[in-house]
Every structure is written in C-alpha cells, then in structure tokens.
C-alpha cells in the first residue's frame, strides 16, 4: 500500500522551493550521472524520435535528449520555474502545461517521460497516465518514475517520520499537507496497465552506482546526511559512509525512485 508522504509546506511552496536552489547546469550536471541516462541509451528509440517530458521543471532532461538527436519537448505547471529555465536557456522548447490535460493530439509522440511528477496528484496517477497513452504513438514507450517504497523506508524512514508528524500535529497543533505518495512496483505496474499500457522493466531511478558521493533516497529521507553547502543530493561523510556499506546490498532496498517502463499497444484505442 502506497505510503502518502506530508509536509511541512503547501504544495504551491513546496513546489517552487525545490527549485530554489538549483540551476540549468547544475541539473544537467546530474543528468548524466543519474541511471536515468543509460536507461535511455538502452530503451529509447533511435533518434531522431519526438520525446515530451511532462513535468520537465528547469529543461535538463529536454536538453540532454536533444543534444543527443532527439526531437525533446517539455511541460511544466510551474510559471516561474519555467521561465527560469528559459532564461537560462532561450532556446530550449519547453512550456508552461498541466500534464493532466497536455496541448498535444492524440498519438504524436514516441516517447513519453515522466520523473517524479504522478506521486504529487493526492488523487492519484490516473488522470496523468491516461494522457500519457493519448498522446504516445501505438508502440510508443512511456518512462514513468516515482519515489519508491523500499526496505530502508519501510523500516526506519517512514515510521520515524511518521511518528514526528503524529507529535507535529496531535501536540504542537500544527498543520500539515500532502505532498507526494511513495509507491511498490506492484501499485504503479497496475495504474499504468489501467491506463492501457503494458509495462515491459522495472529500474532504478537514482545515481549511477557508481557515483560514491551522491544518492538521492539516503540525501531525501535523512537530512543528517546532506553536505552542508555541497550540491544537491551530495552526502556528507556520514552519508558517504553509510553508502558505501548499503552498496553490498541490493539497491532496491535503499534507492529513491522506481522507474517503470511500459508500452502502447500497436494499433491500440484511446483510453477513455
């Protein structure tokens, strides 16, 4: 069962504070040190493809498709992260867009990418993944990430957070909102095939295992563990620490994200 994970802040805070900090360059900096880079040599379709990320905060992932030869398009809900990432980069196309009801027809891309974006619909993923099988290709390949539900959270993360909220808001009276859910294979496997895709792999979304400095899931859920004034995601000594002896278990069991990869049925209807 999905765990819906709270915060502190509103959900409009919470989403323009997480950019705060960061720049086109140092994202794209992160790109190509995330999983998430080879797992597109390996599975995307051969330039030049038309790709949409929705929900493509500042535009890395949409610049580095397209340094690559891919026809890379990206949406965002965000007004001033938007412009941000256009002020950085003029050029780049991206827009500002609801990935609920995307300005694409049906059918007119090959491929379809969403990293951390579906989790935030208190809702749930549904609305979101139907659009992603309208506007795929038949054939087209959807790139879906969420926040996983792994061991590490399971055990110590999440009931220790969940014990500080239960404090925050029964003793101290204090407010708190929604902002993502974290999810098992299993859940996300089957809102994607109600939304009529098939899912073909499961991977992990997170750093490249060979990077010893930077882990998004150990940086996200122990704030003792980020390197105070370092980059975004980079540990410090404890962090690193701790990294190198969960690396001689299965990443699965401490890593942030879970990134499934699913197909539209050739010759497929429209999702209704």
Not at 91 to 106: F, Q
């Amino acid at each position: 069962m999905a765990y819906m994970f709270r915060s502190f802040h509103r959900p409009d805070e919470h989403n323009l504070g997480q950019w705060a900090d960061r720049s086109l360059q140092g994202e794209l900096k992160c790109c190509a040190e995330r999983t998430m880079a080879s797992i597109f040599a390996r599975y995307l379709p051969p330039p030049p493809a038309r790709v949409l990320e929705a929900g493509c905060g500042l535009g890395a992932w949409v610049i580095h498709l397209a340094q690559r030869g891919y026809q890379a398009v990206g949406v965002d809900i965000e007004r001033e992260v938007v412009i941000q990432g256009k002020r950085e980069s003029p050029e780049t196309p991206i827009l500002v867009a609801d990935v609920l009801a995307l300005p694409h027809p049906d059918d007119c891309f090959d491929a379809y990418v969403s990293l951390g974006v579906v989790e935030h619909f208190e809702e749930g993923p549904q609305k979101a993944l139907r659009e992603a099988y309208r506007v795929l290709k038949p054939g087209g390949l959807a790139f879906v990430s969420v926040p996983y539900l792994s061991a590490t959270r399971r055990l110590i993360s999440h009931p220790l957070r969940s014990a500080f909220f239960f404090v925050w808001r029964r003793l101290l009276r204090r407010k708190d909102w929604f902002w993502e859910y974290r999810y098992s294979k299993q859940e996300l496997a089957r809102f994607l095939e109600d939304a009529g895709l098939k899912v073909l792999s499961a991977e992990i979304d997170d750093y490249d295992p060979a990077d010893r400095r930077h882990h998004i899931g150990l940086y996200a859920d122990f704030f003792f563990l980020r390197k105070k004034g370092g980059e975004i995601w980079e540990l410090n000594g404890l962090g690193r620490f701790l990294l190198r002896l969960a690396k001689r278990f299965s990443p699965w069991g401490y890593c942030s994200g879970l990134l499934l990869i699913a197909r539209k049925p050739d010759g497929a209807p429209l999702a209704h």
